[in-house]
């Protein structure tokens, strides 16, 4: 029988053939992998069909007009009128009369009509291994390699194995994309020191995990508990979930490069101001409140050179079914840069069902930089597209 036609048994190790349905050796029962079975394809068929129906079927519904509160109100069919009305139809390219429309968070309009999809990055050599101070991009992802070296743990019920020790790698993310959006977290990477699988640890500070809109950046920390002694140390990351490529970094041991956070200072155009209302076939969305804030509990409070930001926002459900929203599905963006949430420190905090016809209001908070110019809270109308509403929360 061909070299091609076999492979290992996953419980002995054992080669047989493709076709057993148990091992003769071990007597294990050997099962395809969910990608190779029929029904898996025929369900990311439908799963696909339905997202393109739900989208063409849906985009009125995420598209949405704004009343602002000089009392500029929208026209009939949907448009809005005079110099101080715009839409909120985040995701398409900004292009010719930008009175009435909103370009993408944080982007502004170039006037390229060449490419729109992408904002101009600089080209980056493709490498083996990746180090401190290095860049790569991941399709319309950019990584940065900020930083590496030895993490001390500051719980003393949490310190790592005798013989071993924790490190960590400090990424920055830019989406540079106009249209999508991109996630990352540091369930994305995977350890290895001397050839041998490490542990992931997740109890440090400022974990990377971000959905990024388009333009947005982020950055945090990806932990790991290591052999002391071990000689070699990499970090890969996997770029999808079907991809077999791995991109390496190198544990460069206590070293930084020196390279700040990417951030990106533009105001979003038509961004909703306090007493405005975002409203769809199916939401209206009022922007309430927003103001600097503080907790009595001598335990949380801001990190130095920071302060907590809170909005205020009311949701009305015009559609004939439920509608669910929450404090964790906002975000918030200083100059470009995601903010860390801060939730369940308020009564008031945003999260409710709201049956047709009815309303709910609550706030949603974030810790931003002292020194930031400008701050935004956006709230996602779709999840496969950078469709925002944003709300301006500068100057609090």
């Not at 696909?48 to 949405?64: E, F, K, L, M």
């Not at 508990?225 to 999808?240: F, L, N, Q």
């Not at 990190?303 to 559609?319: M, R």
């Not at 701050?375 to 950078?386: A, D, G, K, L």
Request: some cysteine; hydrophobic content about 30%.
């Amino acid at each position: 029988m061909s070299h091609g036609n076999m492979m290992e048994c996953p419980h002995c190790g054992a080669r047989i053939s493709k076709t057993a349905k148990t091992c003769p050796k071990c007597g294990g029962k050997i099962k395809k992998p969910l990608f190779k079975k029929w029904w898996f394809w025929v369900l990311v068929v439908l799963f696909i069909a339905g997202a393109a129906n739900r989208g063409n079927n849906s985009q009125s519904d995420n598209n949405y007009t704004i009343s602002r509160q000089n009392g500029q109100n929208n026209t009939p069919g949907g448009q809005t009128s005079g110099d101080n009305a715009s839409t909120a139809n985040q995701g398409s390219a900004g292009s010719g009369d930008q009175a009435g429309q909103a370009t993408n968070p944080g982007s502004a309009d170039t006037g390229n009509s060449e490419d729109t999809n992408v904002q101009e990055v600089p080209s980056f050599v493709k490498k083996d291994v990746y180090h401190v101070g290095d860049t790569l991009m991941d399709g319309k992802t950019q990584i940065i390699y900020l930083a590496s070296g030895d993490y001390q743990e500051e719980n003393s019920f949490l310190q790592p194995p005798a013989g071993k020790k924790y490190i960590f790698f400090k990424l920055a993310v830019v989406n540079t994309s106009t249209k999508t959006d991109t996630s990352i977290s540091a369930y994305s990477f995977d350890c290895y020191a001397d050839g041998y699988a490490c542990d992931s640890h997740y109890s440090g500070d400022n974990s990377l995990s971000a959905s990024l809109s388009a333009g947005r950046s982020t950055s945090g920390y990806v932990y790991f508990t290591v052999p002391e002694d071990a000689a070699t140390i990499e970090m890969e990351y996997s770029p999808g979930l079907f991809s077999k490529e791995k991109i390496k970094f190198a544990f460069d041991g206590n070293s930084d490069s020196g390279l700040p956070v990417p951030t990106n200072p533009t105001p979003t155009e038509g961004a909703l101001q306090i007493g405005d209302t975002a409203t769809s076939n199916k939401l209206n969305i009022t922007y309430l409140n927003c103001f600097t804030d503080s907790f009595d509990n001598i335990f949380l409070s801001p990190k130095a050179g920071y302060h907590y930001v809170t909005a205020e926002l009311e949701f009305e459900n015009l559609s004939s079914s439920d509608f669910s929203v929450s404090s964790l599905l906002i975000e918030c963006y200083a100059d470009g840069a995601a903010c860390e949430g801060i939730y369940l420190l308020r009564d008031d905090n945003l999260s409710a069902t709201i049956s047709p016809g009815r309303k709910a209001k609550g706030t949603v908070t974030f810790e931003v930089p002292d020194d930031a110019t400008v701050i935004e809270v956006e709230y996602p109308t779709t999840f496969w597209i950078s469709n925002r509403v944003v709300f301006n929360a500068s100057g609090y």
